[in-house]
């Protein structure tokens, strides 16, 4: 662990230095890359929470990240346009101030996740799989048939949204933006895996008919790990929608789920920075392999298999040197 | 008349045409070991999956210190005071013996949903979980991932977990399998000291173990109660002998 314990700080060092090298040589491509990173990463750790420390295998993790994506877009689209969202019960207005839409962002995908663990975690396995999966395949079509947000065509938000003092439109400043939030989503899963709850949901992926039977309510630890998981993933969706100041229907499908899982995967299951690492790798990959091929997702596959075969628990693994009975 | 703790009355299991248990009636006594013996496939298992609530019976109660508990959910039946072993050790694998007792002390102290402070630093679950391995002579080992314990241990192991439960009664399913003389041995003393607490329904083929401990005798077969009684009894009926022992003691 100690070795992957530095890796994991020359992680950290690289997300301050890249971002800072593309502002001093101007190349502020390579900032909106790491942002990419850093957003996607907090998307993958959301997920790993479930599926990596409780054995939750979600599929339907779009469906958090595309509603984060649409009620920032939707409210930013709104407040641009001075309109109204409602006018009936009472007088809803939209915003576009990241203060107002990240509490809401948060409480929406808290409330959907809430709404299908309840429905999908009395199930288990590929019925669990199916589940989830269904959930955001329905989130996707129902994106695609609204046409007052654009329909299958998305919507463009044009400003990204403001915070008070800081200018959000200076590419290294919304970089910034993205790293605080990545250290804060670090350091509550941090917080929660070395907690009691840690111990009560990472014990249930092992053994969950043992933990039952030491009296621990498997369902409710299930469902908030899952509440948890999706709203920090539907965070990540909001500032990506304000990275690309554009929403649409794509990140709401199940290939979107895919590469959250394929992130987890890459990086290393249950592994803190595992998401991190998977998504800068996938980056990495799709521009470069993506500059020679279309198909360079092929290359990607053939990595996972390779990944699955001889590393198994990921990237972060090969950094890994455990001493035995390590605590 | 002593006073039952746990009273089971006609309880009944059927796959298709099959009975696994058939009206079983049994009940366990404050202060008591009663020892549930019988062939393999006798239903002895079944039985204790019935009463902890993993498998739902067809028909029968079941009464838990005078509160009818024969419709709660199996969560709701340990955190109410059944605890248990498993035939086949059930641990968490890759938690070290000491993680494996504490997360057994987490609903008793009320902190399953506990979430930013770090289990390490909670001293009275490890000294508590510390308390327990020593009972069970799995102190030295208290560090090593549980998957990683010999077969002996992960049966001493499981002793730990239904103990640190501290429940009404425990129900053990064949807890001195595969244990050498000493781990045997252990398990008798210890078990005579902790029935006072909690009285032991104990599933268990060791019969030297069953007759040095059992207050009281179940025998089991095809599903059915075929005697219950005291050592001495059991060891005198000629159908147990039939059935079961086949053998003169």
């Known amino acids: ?327 | 008349m002593k006073n039952k703790i746990l009273n089971i009355k006609n309880l009944s299991k059927s796959y298709g045409a099959f009975k696994v248990t058939d009206e079983i009636t049994i009940d366990l006594h404050f202060d008591e070991i009663h020892a549930l013996i019988g062939p393999n496939g006798a239903g002895k298992s079944t039985l204790i999956k019935q009463i902890v609530g993993s498998v739902k019976h067809d028909i029968g109660s079941i009464i838990l210190d005078q509160e009818d508990i024969t419709d709660l959910s199996d969560v709701e039946r340990a955190k109410i005071g059944i605890s248990r072993t498993f035939q086949v050790s059930s641990i968490i694998p890759q938690f070290s013996a000491i993680d494996n007792i504490v997360l057994s002390l987490l609903d008793k102290s009320r902190k399953t949903f506990q979430m930013f402070k770090s289990i390490r630093n909670n001293k009275e679950l490890y000294s508590n979980a510390n308390k327990i391995l020593k009972e069970i002579e799995l102190f030295e080992k208290r560090d090593i991932s549980a998957s990683d314990l010999s077969h002996g241990d992960r049966r001493k192991l499981e002793v730990g977990l239904a103990l640190a439960m501290d429940p009404k009664v425990f129900l053990f399913d064949e807890p001195m399998a595969g244990l050498d003389e000493s781990g045997t041995n252990m398990m008798i003393n210890l078990f005579k000291k902790i029935k006072s607490n909690s009285p032991i329904l104990l599933i268990e083929h060791d019969m030297d173990a069953v007759f040095a401990l059992a207050d009281r005798v179940s025998v089991i077969n095809y599903g059915k109660i075929v005697a219950t009684g005291t050592v001495d009894e059991i060891r005198r009926n000629e159908l147990v002998r039939d059935v079961y022992l086949g053998y003169e003691i």
Not at chain 1, 43 to 67: D, K, P, R, T
Not at chain 1, 127 to 145: D, E, K, P, V
Not at chain 1, 161 to 185: A, G
Not at chain 1, 279 to 304: D, K, P, S
Request: charged share 10%; glycine share 10%; hydrophobic share 55%.
């Open chain 1, 1 to 327: 662990m100690i070795v992957e314990k530095i890796f994991n700080k020359w992680i950290l060092f690289f997300l301050f230095l890249i971002p800072v090298l593309g502002f001093i040589f101007e190349e502020p491509y390579y900032i909106t890359l790491t942002t990419k990173v850093v957003i996607l990463g907090i998307a993958g750790i959301g997920l790993n929470l479930a599926l990596g420390y409780c054995g939750l295998i979600s599929f339907g993790h779009a469906a958090f990240f595309g509603l984060g994506g649409y009620v920032t877009g939707i409210l930013s689209f709104h407040a641009l346009n001075s309109e109204l969202i409602f006018s009936w019960p009472f007088v809803t207005s939209g915003s576009s101030e990241m203060l107002v839409i990240w509490p809401i962002v948060i409480l929406s995908s808290a409330f959907l996740a809430l709404i299908i663990g309840l429905l999908s975690l009395r199930t288990t396995g590929v019925y669990f799989i199916m589940i989830t999966l269904a959930f955001a395949q329905m989130l996707y079509f129902f994106a695609i048939s609204w046409p007052n947000y654009g329909g299958e065509d998305g919507l463009s938000i044009y400003m990204r949204n403001s915070l008070p003092i800081i200018n959000t439109m200076d590419p290294l400043t919304f970089y910034f933006i993205c790293l605080c939030w990545l250290l804060i989503v670090i350091f509550i899963s941090a917080k929660l895996i070395n907690s009691s709850f840690g111990m009560a949901f990472q014990a249930i992926k092992q053994n969950e008919e043992r933990v039952k039977s030491v009296g621990i309510e498997t369902f409710k630890v299930k469902l908030l790990v899952f509440v948890i998981s999706g709203t920090i993933t539907g965070l990540a969706g909001s500032l990506y929608t304000d990275l690309n100041r554009f929403i649409s229907p794509s990140v709401l499908n199940w290939q979107m789920s895919g590469e959250i899982m394929v992130f987890v995967i890459l990086g290393g299951i249950a592994r803190l920075y595992g998401p991190l690492v998977g998504a800068a790798f996938f980056i990495v990959l799709e521009q470069t392999l993506g500059g020679y091929t279309e198909n360079w997702q092929f290359w990607l596959g053939l990595i996972l298999i390779l990944e699955i075969l001889y590393v198994r628990t990921g990237i972060l693994s090969l950094f890994e040197k455990k001493f035995k009975y390590e605590k």
